[in-house]
């Protein structure tokens, strides 16, 4: 089973970007369909971007489609998810998780295997 840390949170104005990177353990990363999810205060965890194990298809939640982009480097084991043009509402902690063999459907319901310790973003006006 992989093991995940979040890095790349932090604070930036509206309009701006940050690129969040979730570095993984484990043997079978490649196996693995890799999210984010967030959860800002006093809300729900959400589902944000997932990218599947075989393929690299790629789902975006609505609310960051065009603006968020997941991608994963199976040599390094990493996912990254690059934001732009981020907004207020983006304020949150980012999650990154993981789950063996997921199929996307799956994914945005939160059922994943593994998961990170988060990493929080704020994005001031």
Known sequence: QVQLVESGGGLVQAGGSLRLSCAAS???????????FRQAPGKE??????????????????SVTGRFTISRDNA????????????PDDTAVYYCAAGFLSRLS????????????GTLVTVSS
């Not at 965890?45 to 194990?53: D, G, L, N, T």
């Not at 799956?106 to 310790?117: A, I, N, Q, Y």
Request: aromatic letters at 14%.
């Open 106 to 117: 799956s994914v945005r319901t939160g059922s994943m295997d593994v998961w990170g310790r």
């Open 45 to 62: 965890r959400e589902f944000v971007a997932a990218i599947h194990w075989a393929g690299g298809i790629t789902d975006y939640a609505d």
């Open 76 to 87: 390094k084991n990493t996912v990254d998810l690059q934001m732009n043009s981020l907004k």
């Open 26 to 36: 484990g043997r079978t990363f490649s196996r693995y369909t890799l999210a984010w």
